[in-house]
C-alpha cells in the first residue's frame, strides 16, 4: 500500500477504496512504519491515514481507528 502511494503517487484514499471493496483490511501499522523508514514525517504520515479513512469509511470509523492507533504509536 504504502509503495503504491510513494512510488506511484496513487491517493491513498483511492488504495484504500480498492482494498475495502475487494474486503481487504490495510495494515495502516505497515504504512506508518514504511513512511517513517522513508523520512515522512509522523504526524504527516496519521494525518494521511486520518483523512483516507475519513473518505473511505467516515469519521465513525476514524474515531475507532484512531483510538487503537495512538495506544501502539506515539506521534511526537
Same mark, same amino acid.
Given at each position: ?11 491513498? /484514499?483511492?488504495?484504500?477504496?480498492? +482494498? /475495502?471493496?475487494?474486503?481487504? =483490511?490495510? @495494515? *495502516? +501499522? ?6 517513517? !523508514?522513508?523520512?515522512? !514525517? ?5 494525518? %494521511? +491515514? @486520518?483523512? &483516507?479513512? =475519513? /473518505?473511505?469509511?467516515?469519521? /465513525? *470509523?476514524? @474515531?475507532?481507528? %484512531?483510538?487503537?492507533? @495512538? &495506544? ?5
Amino acid at each position: 500500500m504504502f509503495r503504491m502511494v510513494e512510488t506511484y503517487g496513487i491517493p491513498l /484514499d483511492i488504495v484504500v477504496l480498492f +482494498l /475495502d471493496q475487494r474486503g481487504i =483490511v490495510p @495494515d *495502516w +501499522l505497515h504504512f506508518y512504519e514504511m513512511g517513517v !523508514k522513508s523520512g515522512w !514525517k509522523p504526524e504527516g504520515i496519521v494525518s %494521511k +491515514l @486520518d483523512e &483516507a479513512i =475519513v /473518505d473511505v469509511y467516515g469519521p /465513525d *470509523w476514524r @474515531d475507532q481507528w %484512531k483510538r487503537r492507533f @495512538d &495506544a501502539i504509536i506515539k506521534v511526537e
